[in-house]
């Protein structure tokens, strides 16, 4: 065996001196090491999920994720659909030609630049085909009552709904003045029911 000279040995240990000690090696990473990182984005992302209405809460009951039969949603408890009221600036008439921008056909419903409407939270009668003279009697005068109300002031119209026209094509918005739905005070006045899927009997 062949032995290196003293010479060369000195010159590696002045080196190695020089040069400090060798870096310690580093630890490689396990695939277990990344989890509770990849844990912790996954629960801010459904936190942010849930946020956003993408993901329902763990904590809601089923009852507060369905709507009823009727496809109505309660306001008192639900809050409007829409948060965005949109206002109505327009002058009203009675509907009496084919052509149809602004004006009121009965007590429920009603044309509002060009658009049909139908106030969503109520039911008056009907004006068109009334199964009782009592009927055609507060059919108009719920015609006239909505007229009267909708050329008033601070009305805005708002989405409670889940859907935005019904089967017929129209849109269907409950009409707001003052924070209230205009609807309230024609069933004070006897003139219209709160809409439930059903119509009332007028005549009874």
Not at 168 to 177: A, S
């Amino acid at each position: 065996m062949t032995r290196k000279p003293a010479r060369v040995l000195l010159l590696k240990d002045a080196r190695q001196k020089l040069a400090g000690p060798s870096p310690a090696p580093r630890p490689q990473r396990r695939l277990i090491d990344f989890i509770p990182l990849r844990l912790t984005a996954v629960s801010l992302l459904g936190v942010v999920a849930i946020y956003l209405g993408v993901l329902p809460s763990p904590d809601l009951a089923p009852s507060k994720l369905m709507v009823d039969a009727s496809g109505l949603i309660d306001r008192s408890t639900t809050g409007s659909v829409s948060p965005d009221a949109e206002p109505i600036r327009a002058k009203f008439s009675i509907c009496a030609s084919a052509t149809r921008i602004n004006c009121v056909v009965d007590g429920d419903t009603f044309w509002y630049g060009g658009v049909k409407y139908r106030i969503s939270d109520i039911n008056t009668p009907e004006i068109s085909q009334p199964a009782c003279e009592r009927e055609r009697q507060l059919a108009r005068q719920a015609q006239v009552a909505l007229l009267q109300t909708l050329n008033g002031r601070g009305l805005t119209l708002e989405q409670q709904e889940w859907r935005d026209t019904d089967k017929y094509g129209r849109k269907l918005r409950v009409v707001m003045q003052d924070g209230h739905s205009i609807g309230d005070a024609l069933i004070a006045r006897g003139l219209a029911h709160r809409w439930e899927g059903h119509k009332l009997n007028w005549c009874g």
